[in-house]
């Protein structure tokens, strides 16, 4: 269709045409994708506007992350990010940033904690877990004297992941206001500053307060990051005993940042391999990133999280919770159903009690395992002149069949240069854009030699920003089936950023013809 340009000032002509190029669509589009999974990432800054977000309790938006808890006593929040569903055949790669900081010490220790969990995509309206040293995923049963303490553990629960500061999230607790299985009778070398994995949901035993949400949930495995010496972790058996954890820390550090800095969260399941074509739950891996730009330190070494899994339901009263009693009954064994739902949602909790801390979490981010990576780029260049970007020189994709005993080859010429996009205009379009033409200057890409262009605009000064993501390749055997996934749209990366800046000193211009040119200065 013609459009008509008559009757418009110079000014609207202009705008009109650069407005109709803004979005400029080039070569083709892609498939959807075969797994149904698309990445995510939102930097929780003043994100409030969100529409898959949900808070509660204390929890709050603000400029730098969504504040779970102020540095006080006794808070309580929670994320939800209840708007977006992913499925898990593949896996999931997890990231996140957190602070934790100022506040006040109780018994030697700040506190509480935040966790970070996985729960069935199917749950509408989740109902997030008990405070305190639940830190919002596991259950917390009570005798009738505090009968307000009771609260089920969290909804639908796959997988709770804590950072753990004060330590007692993966304890057994058998009193009037605290009743939750857990590790018992163990002398800790270093109690607090744990990463401790619990399991999923568990099912109704009996109506005496046992009952739905308040059984499962077990301690799976947990790791203190202060040392590497004497009691620092244990890892559940399946005679349903703990043994002593054995992997050794790179190097120890508090989880709590005190120096104001965030740190970064890393977190893997993949799928564990049974045969070639069968599963058996996750092997799961934790790695904290403490310092900017840093080696990330492994904490949890790829535990094996199965699908049937044999636990002890201890910290159970003699007859029931519904009275006053503090007599303490005998552990029974139960076998945890931790089947992997289909789709997976995920969601954040912090709690404080008289041990407090500040707990914010920004810059979370949702791929699948060995899904390409994207790294921010900035260069300058002078009014007028335009640069070259060599985009994937600090980008990689991988090469190489799924198996954390031999991981696929992370490297940037794994990388398919035909599969590069400027800005998308949602998770699930499939446009591929090579070119966008903005106020601020054209940017185009060239799939041939993976290099972005961008030309300033007339009378631009200042600094310009252009996000892309990319993909790896994917590989089939002779019958044409896939080994190698990384080609397909589930696999491709977050978006990163271009950053140009405008100098405005160290340019040299010449009059040609009227018109302001630069001559050789980059």
């Given at each position: 269709m013609k459009k008509n340009f008559r009757g418009l000032s110079l000014i609207s002509l202009i705008f009109t045409l650069l407005t109709n190029c803004m979005y400029a669509q080039t070569d083709s589009t892609e498939v959807a994708s075969i797994y149904g999974f698309y990445s995510y990432s939102s930097s929780l800054?003043?994100?409030?506007?969100?529409?898959?977000?949900?808070?509660?309790?204390?929890?709050?938006?603000?400029?730098?992350g969504v504040q779970l808890t102020p540095?006080?006593?006794?808070?309580?929040?929670?994320?939800?990010?209840?708007?977006?569903?992913?499925?898990?055949?593949?896996?999931?790669?997890?990231?996140?940033e957190y602070d934790m900081k100022a506040g006040?010490?109780?018994?030697?220790?700040?506190?509480?904690?935040?966790?970070?969990?996985?729960?069935?995509?199917?749950?509408?309206?989740?109902?997030?877990?008990?405070?305190?040293?639940?830190?919002?995923?596991?259950?917390?049963?009570?005798?009738?004297?505090?009968?307000?303490?009771?609260?089920?553990?969290?909804?639908?629960a796959y997988l709770g992941i804590a950072l753990d500061e004060f330590g007692n999230f993966k304890s057994k607790r058998f009193q009037g206001e605290s009743r939750v299985n857990g590790i018992a009778g163990v002398t800790w070398s270093q109690g607090a500053s744990h990463v401790t994995l619990r399991g999923a949901k568990g099912v109704a035993i009996n109506t005496n307060g046992l009952g739905d949400g308040f059984t499962g949930y077990p301690v799976l495995v947990t790791?203190?990051?202060?040392?590497?010496?004497?009691?620092?972790?244990?890892?559940?058996?399946?005679?349903?005993?703990y043994v002593t954890t054995t992997n050794t820390l790179a190097s120890t550090f508090d989880l709590r940042n005190g120096n104001g800095e965030f740190r970064k969260v890393y977190l893997d399941l993949i799928p564990h391999f049974v045969t070639t074509t069968t599963t058996d739950g996750f092997d799961v891996k934790v790695d904290i990133q403490t310092t900017q730009n840093g080696t990330p330190i492994n904490v949890?070494?790829?535990?094996?999280?199965?699908?049937?899994?044999?636990?002890?339901?201890?910290?159970?009263p003699s007859s029931t919770d519904f009275n006053s009693a503090d007599t303490e009954g005998a552990a029974t064994n139960q076998t945890l159903n931790a089947t992997v739902p289909s789709v997976l949602k995920l969601g954040f909790a912090a709690s404080t009690g008289a041990a407090y801390q500040q707990h914010i979490i920004r810059n979370v981010k949702l791929t699948l395992p060995y899904s390409a990576v994207t790294n921010n780029d900035v260069t300058s260049t002078c009014k007028l002149q335009p640069v070259s970007i060599s985009v994937f020189d600090n980008d990689i994709a991988y090469k190489g069949p799924i198996s954390?005993?031999?991981?696929?080859?992370?490297?940037?010429?794994?990388?398919?240069?035909?599969?590069?996009s400027f800005t998308k205009?949602?998770?699930?379009?499939?446009t591929l854009y090579r070119k966008k033409v903005t106020p601020q200057g054209i940017w185009t890409y060239n799939k041939n030699t993976g290099i972005v262009t961008f030309a300033p605009s007339n009378g631009f000064t200042g600094t310009a920003t252009m996000t892309y993501t990319v993909k790896g390749k994917t590989v089939?055997?002779?019958?044409?089936?896939?080994?190698?996934?990384?080609?397909?749209?589930?696999?491709?990366?977050?978006?990163?950023?271009?950053?140009?800046?405008?100098?405005?000193?160290?340019?040299?211009?010449?009059?040609?013809?009227?018109?302001?040119?630069?001559?050789?200065?980059?």
């Amino acid at each position: 269709m013609k459009k008509n340009f008559r009757g418009l000032s110079l000014i609207s002509l202009i705008f009109t045409l650069l407005t109709n190029c803004m979005y400029a669509q080039t070569d083709s589009t892609e498939v959807a994708s075969i797994y149904g999974f698309y990445s995510y990432s939102s930097s929780l800054m003043n994100a409030s506007t969100a529409s898959e977000l949900s808070i509660q309790g204390n929890a709050s938006h603000t400029s730098t992350g969504v504040q779970l808890t102020p540095a006080s006593a006794s808070q309580f929040g929670g994320l939800f990010i209840n708007g977006r569903t992913f499925t898990s055949v593949n896996g999931l790669h997890v990231e996140f940033e957190y602070d934790m900081k100022a506040g006040t010490l109780f018994s030697g220790a700040y506190g509480d904690g935040l966790s970070f969990f996985l729960y069935d995509g199917s749950v509408a309206n989740p109902t997030i877990g008990s405070p305190g040293a639940g830190l919002g995923y596991s259950y917390n049963r009570a005798k009738n004297n505090y009968s307000s303490f009771r609260k089920a553990g969290l909804s639908g629960a796959y997988l709770g992941i804590a950072l753990d500061e004060f330590g007692n999230f993966k304890s057994k607790r058998f009193q009037g206001e605290s009743r939750v299985n857990g590790i018992a009778g163990v002398t800790w070398s270093q109690g607090a500053s744990h990463v401790t994995l619990r399991g999923a949901k568990g099912v109704a035993i009996n109506t005496n307060g046992l009952g739905d949400g308040f059984t499962g949930y077990p301690v799976l495995v947990t790791r203190s990051t202060l040392s590497n010496s004497g009691t620092v972790g244990r890892i559940l058996q399946t005679d349903r005993s703990y043994v002593t954890t054995t992997n050794t820390l790179a190097s120890t550090f508090d989880l709590r940042n005190g120096n104001g800095e965030f740190r970064k969260v890393y977190l893997d399941l993949i799928p564990h391999f049974v045969t070639t074509t069968t599963t058996d739950g996750f092997d799961v891996k934790v790695d904290i990133q403490t310092t900017q730009n840093g080696t990330p330190i492994n904490v949890i070494n790829y535990y094996h999280y199965k699908t049937s899994v044999p636990y002890s339901e201890n910290a159970n009263p003699s007859s029931t919770d519904f009275n006053s009693a503090d007599t303490e009954g005998a552990a029974t064994n139960q076998t945890l159903n931790a089947t992997v739902p289909s789709v997976l949602k995920l969601g954040f909790a912090a709690s404080t009690g008289a041990a407090y801390q500040q707990h914010i979490i920004r810059n979370v981010k949702l791929t699948l395992p060995y899904s390409a990576v994207t790294n921010n780029d900035v260069t300058s260049t002078c009014k007028l002149q335009p640069v070259s970007i060599s985009v994937f020189d600090n980008d990689i994709a991988y090469k190489g069949p799924i198996s954390i005993t031999t991981p696929p080859v992370a490297s940037k010429d794994n990388i398919d240069k035909s599969t590069f996009s400027f800005t998308k205009n949602s998770d699930t379009d499939l446009t591929l854009y090579r070119k966008k033409v903005t106020p601020q200057g054209i940017w185009t890409y060239n799939k041939n030699t993976g290099i972005v262009t961008f030309a300033p605009s007339n009378g631009f000064t200042g600094t310009a920003t252009m996000t892309y993501t990319v993909k790896g390749k994917t590989v089939k055997d002779s019958n044409g089936k896939i080994i190698e996934p990384y080609g397909d749209t589930a696999y491709r990366s977050v978006p990163a950023t271009i950053t140009v800046n405008l100098k405005t000193t160290g340019c040299i211009y010449g009059v040609v013809s009227n018109k302001m040119v630069t001559q050789g200065v980059k």
